[in-house]
């Protein structure tokens, strides 16, 4: 049994080309005009970037919690560590940034996914919409009218 499918965008390897900037350092280092490399890596770079600049303020911030409410520790469950909360503070800040990366960056609406929303609709906002694109797609000459 065999499976194929095609992966994303994200992760086939894409030419981009390098910025005017770096022209003379290219022309010292015998480099070519544009570097091949997966998107993905891009989204990795900004995300290990929060991670080591902005993620440790996350203990910054439980810890300027805890002073304001006069709390030493947010739990006793690991004697000497502080519970399990303070082990895993920054991991909070960090889970909120990825999530709303994802959302904001990588989450990119296909047509089914519109469509699910479409379907979520009441039926007279779905006749809107759809009265709505048609005129739309006739105004732009990508629909035919009705002969």
Not at 38 to 52: E, V
Request: with cysteine; aromatic share 16%; proline share 7%.
């Amino acid at each position: 049994m065999t499976m194929s499918c095609e992966p994303s965008a994200l992760f086939r390897p894409q030419e981009y080309a390098l910025p005017q900037t770096l022209t003379t350092w290219r022309r010292i280092l015998y480099m070519k005009e544009t570097v091949t490399f997966y998107p993905f890596f891009i989204h990795c770079f900004f995300m290990s970037l929060f991670a080591s600049i902005i993620g440790p303020f996350g203990g910054f911030f439980a810890s300027g919690f805890k002073r304001a409410f006069k709390i030493k520790d947010f739990g006793d469950m690991i004697p000497g560590h502080g519970g399990i909360m303070d082990r895993f503070d920054c991991q909070f800040l960090m889970a909120t940034f990825v999530n709303v990366y994802i959302h904001s960056f990588i989450n990119i609406p296909t047509p089914g996914k519109l469509l699910q929303q479409v379907f979520m609709l009441r039926p007279d906002e779905q006749l809107e919409l759809f009265h709505s694109l048609e005129d739309s797609l006739l105004a732009r000459g990508i629909l035919q009218p009705p002969a």
